[in-house]
């Protein structure tokens, strides 16, 4: 059960604790059910978006039950977030369209936490509660988008093009100029909004760009493994920040802040602690990636 469970993984380099001792074997037995009954991921997707926000509905209660219930419902709806993935890698029914859905279902997560936590605080916070949360949500936004990226980049060197997420603008742009309004109505926004994202995400990482440029134009795509090997040790130190920038961590603030009644701590952990936690994987991944790049150019 270990192993095909492992198999079912992206990796050891990328797994947090929390999630390969807990969130990945219910999320496997999860995807057993759910293969069993032919659901789709996707569809497992969807539901963990509806599971999630209703978790984010019961935190604009000050009732610590109705909270407590969000909080198992939260976990549930991750489980099923963890289980979707290993379906697909399961079945080998990995999309474009599901890699785009898990992605904006902890968004709709925590815009409805987001939502939540503001209504319950203005009649004490007024309307500026709902700015406070704007700029967290921007940065809480700017955090997942490149922990995703960073992780993506680490498999692209551990495992190569299959085995990893990573997008380029370049091949987005082409395949969504290729969709027509009449044929994929509903297709070619989904990819105009994902294209946007990896936009985003390329924006903050020029110096891994142009490294990634110096190694086509050197071998021509073929990466030789010396390199991929010493790239992988600068990276994976910068996993456990990708991981806590994603879900375990913020949650588990939330959940404090909820306890002791104070939802707004949470607001000023994201602000503090979480972005500075962003800022030094940035300003680490685009060093070392500049020094490969002066040491490919020479």
Known sequence: MKREMESTLKSMDTEEFI??????????????????????????????????????????????????????????????DSADGQLARMTGRKTPLGRILDGASGELWFITIYAAICFRLMPLWGAWVWLLAAVTGFCH???AAMADYYRNIHLHFLKGESGSELSDTAILMENYRKLTWKRNGILKPV????????????????????MMGRLREKYRGEIPEHFRATFRAKSLPLMKYANMLSFNTRVMALFIALFIDM???????????????????VFTHERFCAAFEKQLAS
């Open 19 to 80: 999630d390969l001792h807990f969130y990945r074997p219910v999320g496997y037995r999860w995807a057993l059910f759910f293969n069993r009954l032919g659901v789709s991921p996707n569809t497992v997707t969807v539901i963990s978006i509806v599971i999630g926000i209703a978790a984010g509905i019961c935190f604009y209660f000050s009732s610590l039950k109705v909270n407590l219930l969000g909080m198992l419902l939260l976990v549930w709806a991750n489980s099923y």
């Open 141 to 143: 936004s700017k955090q």
């Open 191 to 210: 990819e105009y909004f994902y294209l946007q994202y990896t936009v985003g995400q390329e924006a903050w990482a020029p110096r891994f760009r142009r």
């Open 263 to 281: 939802p707004w701590l949470y607001f000023v952990f994201e602000l503090t602690v979480l972005n500075g936690m962003l800022v030094y994987m």
